[in-house]
């Protein structure tokens, strides 16, 4: 199943069934201080973070077209993974990100095309982008279904939104480790690392259209579509 059924039946666990920590969240001060105190652990571009998710990014990312949202871009990983016609635009709500994003990456810069932002309230106008993109991001929003449907409203209605994210392992002795790590990881970095991504997405109006999973079913990739508008 690759629609909102696998969503509703094949992850059926909401978030927070495992460990409690599910429905917790930090405020976004916490989690800028949370960030901004372990940037070189949560930088996507890292050696670790490569060997673990280069694979999915480029398979996912290289789907994105036209004018293209990065929500919650972190240090700009994702560029790399995006077709090199696209007109990109990255918002994070913690600014240590984006100044590494800008080193990065000449042409990113400071109020032009790297914005600072909180993902639940973007300061964008409605169906502003073909393809809204965003990569491990769910598991440290206050309130996650929030933030995917201010990914909906500023997707124009035949744009996709391509979500690429981490949580529960199927493989049963590793999902045991992640719950019982979960706390201290969400305590040292505000993420909720066992999380059931396609479980959240469900709770959202956006329309699943694809899903698929990898490495011990610890990453997914979803492809989902803005619901109809009148």
Not at 36 to 51: C, F, I, K, P
Not at 78 to 90: Q, R, S
Not at 131 to 147: E, I
Not at 164 to 193: F, M, N
Request: aromatic share 6%.
């Amino acid at each position: 199943m690759t629609t909102n059924e696998s969503a509703r039946h094949g992850h059926s666990h909401a978030i927070g069934d495992h460990d409690g920590i599910g429905n917790r969240s930090k405020s976004i001060p916490g989690i800028q201080d949370a960030v901004a105190d372990h940037v070189d652990e949560m930088d996507g571009s890292s050696t670790v973070n490569r060997l673990l998710t280069a694979r999915y990014r480029r398979r996912h990312f290289a789907r994105a077209g036209g004018r293209v949202l990065d929500v919650a871009c972190g240090t700009g990983t994702n560029v790399e993974y995006l077709p090199d016609d696209v007109a990109y635009v990255g918002v994070d709500i913690c600014p240590e990100m984006l100044t590494r994003a800008a080193d990065r990456f000449e042409y990113l810069t400071r109020g032009e095309s790297l914005y600072e932002m909180d993902a639940q309230d973007l300061a964008f106008d409605d169906d502003s982008f073909d393809t809204v993109v965003s990569s491990m991001s769910t598991c440290m929003f206050p309130d996650p279904v929030a933030a995917l449907e201010e990914m909906a409203r500023v997707c124009t209605p035949d744009g996709r939104i391509l979500l690429l994210e981490h949580g529960r392992s199927s493989v049963g002795p590793i999902a045991r480790l992640q719950d019982w790590r979960a706390e201290p990881r969400y305590e040292k970095t505000g993420c909720r690392w066992n999380q059931e991504p396609l479980a959240i997405v469900s709770r959202s109006e956006l329309t699943v259209e694809e899903s698929n999973t990898g490495l011990l079913g610890m990453v997914t990739m979803i492809t989902a579509r803005p619901p109809e508008r009148d």
